[in-house]
């Protein structure tokens, strides 16, 4: 069974700065889909940033990116220019590619905290 | 927009009632998701539903059932909650495709505690 594990349980940042988020995974197959969301406080889970493993070229969404080391099997999440907004609960998830209903294993999250 | 919507925000039950926690999807999706959520531990996946009246265990189904009876309604029953039922449960719902990484869209949670 494919595991995800995120290290930091607790992260914090300086408005304006640079923060990564660290997740690894475990899994015996080549190909599958990699996940950062977000849960703000009090406020809905949402997807941040999507990553296929047959693509090496790092996802990017405006101010968040990817670094996707398929061999080290990482997965990690750079928040560039925080805002106050970034503050949030992040979840780092994988889906394998098989079956149109395989739901999604999610790690254990990461808190982070921007201060101004 | 995707809407996901959980029936209620906060519910507080007591030791032995039968509960309802309802979600609805506006998208037509085949794939609905049941997950608890707990400090430390993230989310962990109670049961899920691909099509109408179909359900399969997640990892922690114990003292969880589901009915799906509409394509947009899945709703999960603690038959008769207990105090480790208290949780923030969170609903969410995704396309069926044979191949491609969906998101799963979420719902706002419902926190339960039950006394």
């Known amino acids: 069974a494919q595991t995800v594990t995120q290290s930091q349980p607790e992260m914090s940042v300086q408005e304006a700065e640079t923060v990564t988020l660290s997740c690894t995974y475990d899994?015996?197959?080549?190909?599958?889909?990699l996940f950062w969301y977000k849960q703000p406080p009090s406020r809905q889970m949402i997807l941040v940033i999507r990553?296929?493993?047959?693509?090496?070229q790092n996802a990017t969404e405006n101010r968040f990116s990817v670094n996707f080391q398929k061999a080290a099997k990482s997965f990690s999440l750079k928040i560039s220019d925080s805002q106050l907004g970034d503050a949030a609960m992040y979840f780092c998830?994988?889906?394998?590619?098989?079956?149109?209903?395989?739901?999604?294993?999610f790690g254990k999250g990461t808190r982070l905290s921007v201060i101004a | 927009d995707v809407k996901v919507t959980q029936s209620s925000r906060y519910l507080v039950k007591r030791t032995g009632e039968k509960v309802f926690l309802e979600c609805v999807q506006d998208?037509?999706?085949?794939?609905m998701f049941w997950y608890r959520q707990d400090p430390g531990l993230g989310l962990r996946l109670i049961y899920f539903?691909?099509?109408?009246?179909?359900?399969e265990k997640g990892d922690i189904p114990e003292g969880y059932s589901v009915s799906r009876e509409k394509k947009e309604r899945f709703s999960l029953i603690l038959e008769s909650a207990s105090t480790n039922q208290t949780s923030m449960y969170l609903c969410?719902?995704?396309?069926?495709?044979?191949?491609?990484?969906?998101?799963?869209?979420f719902g706002p949670g419902t926190r339960l505690t039950v006394t």
């Open positions: 969410a719902s995704s396309l069926w495709r044979l191949a491609g990484g969906h998101e799963q869209y």
């Open positions: 899994t015996s197959e080549s190909d599958y889909y």
């Open positions: 990553q296929e493993a047959y693509k090496q």
């Open positions: 998830a994988y889906r394998s590619p098989y079956g149109g209903n395989t739901p999604l294993v």
């Open positions: 998208m037509d999706h085949e794939n």
């Open positions: 539903s691909y099509d109408v009246k179909m359900k």
